[in-house]
């Protein structure tokens, strides 16, 4: 198989990240420079974590099969660390999941689908990440090579460090995850271009380990560009290679993203808007089968201490055949066929408060609202939402408390010389003299 174009990016990349570690003591004020600007923390050799956990009680009215349903569980349950070595040419990544443990059979929100998954969101996998990324800069260039488990270079962060507890609809079309992969990146001034070469199958479990053997089946490239302080636009294009057939026997996707970000200086003011569209092929057949296209505004402020935040999102899923648990579909997929395609359009609305503690472990109370609305795009469908649901609307209210252990992580998704520098958004619960700039 020829290479592609982005893995012959990684491959030159990879070559140049070897500079650092045979003349370390040469280049050592420029790494520690790297390690800074990455984390806005001036020790080259820098250690932190954070563990965090969400209880919610959810309450769906009209979800799957029309049913109102509550339910509360642990959500987000995670620990993250990550810490600078070798005058910061070194860096290491790590993120544990237990959402498997607490809970396994997904989160309460309808709309939401992937990895066999429909109207409740998956639990993550045990190990969501786990990434080494080696660093380097010469003059004005900086770069890096990282490898391990964890997101690819394609889209927008993850929800996870967003002001919303309910991911969108679109996670699965604006973020590719929980894979083995090798991203290389460079940065030049305002200007940064990352790739990646990547396995191209979706975990089929928490516990699942991904299929070594497809790593570098698929590719991705992303480049982003700061014209000013504080604001960011990326543009990202992406092959995945069968990624709901493990073996890789299934459709491949070829994914496009496109998002403008703006953070104030105190995080205090936050908005996003993106665009992101998947095309299902069959190469076999050498033509696209199916397509489904997400667009989607976010932005929170805090005034004082109290944040509030707002979601804007329309979002086109497939309707799979569901199994005896109306929230599953079959996994692997049992045919090339769907039901239908169902456009979501849904509103957000959450409200954060302070944290009655001051202690190392807070607690940040919030409540959200989601009023949505479900109808086929095409008059054909077979899959009828307003029947499905028994309504066109359905919504849900989810009140919770963000717990917290250690300094707030601002970004997620992004390695390397790819991390641009910045605050966390203040909504995700900052009290005063928290850190507010501790990228992940």
Request: charged fraction near 25%; avoid cysteine.
């Given at each position: 198989m020829c290479p592609t174009p982005t893995a012959t990016i990684v491959v030159a990349l990879a070559l140049l990240v070897g500079v650092p570690f045979a003349a370390r003591a040469q280049h050592e004020g420029h790494a520690t420079s790297i390690a800074a600007d990455s984390t806005n923390d001036t020790r080259p050799n820098a250690w932190h974590g954070m563990v965090q956990a969400i209880p919610i009680v959810t309450h769906a009215e009209n979800t799957a099969e029309g049913a109102d349903l509550a339910e509360g569980y642990l959500s987000q349950a995670a620990a993250m660390g990550k810490g600078d070595?070798?005058?910061?040419?070194?860096?290491?990544?790590?993120?544990?999941?237990?959402?498997?443990?607490?809970m396994s059979r997904g989160e309460l929100s309808t709309g939401a689908f992937g990895e066999g998954f429909v109207d409740r969101r998956h639990p993550h996998a045990y190990v969501h990440e786990l990434v080494a990324s080696g660093l380097g800069s010469r003059g004005p260039l900086a770069y890096s090579l990282s490898a391990g488990r964890g997101f690819a270079a394609f889209g927008t962060d993850d929800p996870m460090m967003r002001p919303f507890e309910k991911y969108p609809i679109n996670h699965h079309l604006s973020q590719i995850l929980e894979r083995p992969m090798i991203t290389g990146a460079i940065r030049f001034g305002r200007a940064m271009l990352d790739a990646s070469s990547f396995g191209g199958d979706e975990p089929t479990s928490t516990g699942s380990p991904p299929l070594l053997r497809r790593l570098g089946d698929s590719w991705s490239v992303r480049a982003t560009a700061m014209p000013v302080t504080g604001?960011?636009?990326?543009?990202?294009?992406?092959?995945?290679?069968?990624?709901?057939?493990?073996?890789g026997f299934g459709l491949d996707q070829h994914k496009r993203s496109a998002s403008a970000r703006f953070i104030s200086a105190d995080g205090g003011r936050y908005l996003l808007g993106e665009w992101a569209r998947t095309v299902e092929r069959d190469h076999g057949r050498n033509e696209n089968v199916f397509a489904y296209e997400s667009a989607l505004i976010?932005?929170?402020?805090?005034?004082r201490t109290v944040s509030v935040a707002l979601r804007l999102e329309q979002t086109e899923r497939p309707e799979e055949e569901r199994l005896s648990d109306p929230f599953r579909v079959p996994r692997p997929a049992a045919d090339l066929g769907i039901s239908g395609v169902t456009r979501w359009r849904t509103a957000t609305l959450a409200l954060t408060l302070p944290s009655p503690t001051s202690g190392p472990i807070r607690g940040y109370p919030f409540i959200e609202v989601e009023r949505a609305s479900a109808r086929a795009r095409d008059a054909r469908s077979v899959f009828d939402?307003?029947?499905f649901y028994r309504t066109g609307s359905p919504w849900m209210l989810t009140a919770g408390a963000r717990l917290r252990f250690g300094p707030l992580h601002a970004r997620m998704g992004r390695y390397g010389a790819a991390v641009p520098a910045g605050p966390a958004i203040r909504a995700l619960g900052i009290a005063d003299g928290d850190p507010t700039s501790h990228h992940h």
């Open positions: 070595l070798l005058s910061g040419h070194l860096r290491l990544e790590a993120t544990l999941n237990a959402e498997g443990l607490t604001i960011e636009v990326q543009g990202s294009y992406a092959r995945v290679a069968s990624p709901e057939q493990r073996e976010e932005g929170a402020a805090t005034i939402a307003e029947s």
